[in-house]
C-alpha cells in the first residue's frame, strides 16, 4: 500500500489541530498565574496578605483564549465534516453537542449572578 500524500487542507487541519493544543497550554498558564490565590490557614495566622480576585488582564486573555479555542475546534470540525471523512459518521453529532455546550456556556456567562 502506497502511503498517501497529504494535501493543503490535511496539512492545515494538522496545523489548526496543534495550535489548538498549544493554544489550551497557554491558557493553562494564563489560569495558573490570574487566579486568585489560596488563603491557607498559615498564612492567615502569620497575617500574609493573598490575592482574592482575579487579576483583570490575565481574566481577559484567558476568557478570549477559551472562546478563540472554541472557535478553532468548531472550525476544524466543521473543515474535516467539508472533506468528507467516511470513518467519521458521527461528526454532525458532535458539532451539535459542541454548538449546544457554546450556547450553554454563553447563557451561563450572561445570566450568572456577579
Do not use: N
Amino acid at each position: 500500500m502506497a502511503p498517501q500524500r497529504l494535501d493543503w487542507l490535511s496539512k492545515m487541519l494538522v496545523t489548526m489541530t496543534v495550535g489548538g493544543w498549544g493554544l489550551y497550554i497557554i491558557l493553562l498558564v494564563l489560569f495558573h498565574y490570574g487566579r486568585p490565590e489560596q488563603d491557607f490557614g498559615y498564612l492567615r495566622y502569620q497575617d500574609i496578605a493573598v490575592r482574592t480576585e482575579w487579576l483583570a488582564l490575565h481574566s481577559f486573555w484567558f476568557h478570549a483564549g477559551v472562546w478563540g479555542a472554541l472557535g478553532l475546534a468548531v472550525t476544524t470540525f466543521t473543515l474535516v465534516h467539508v472533506k468528507g471523512r467516511h470513518h467519521l459518521q458521527f461528526l454532525k453529532i458532535y458539532l451539535v453537542m459542541l454548538a449546544m455546550a457554546a450556547v450553554l456556556t454563553l447563557l451561563l456567562v450572561v445570566f450568572s449572578s456577579r
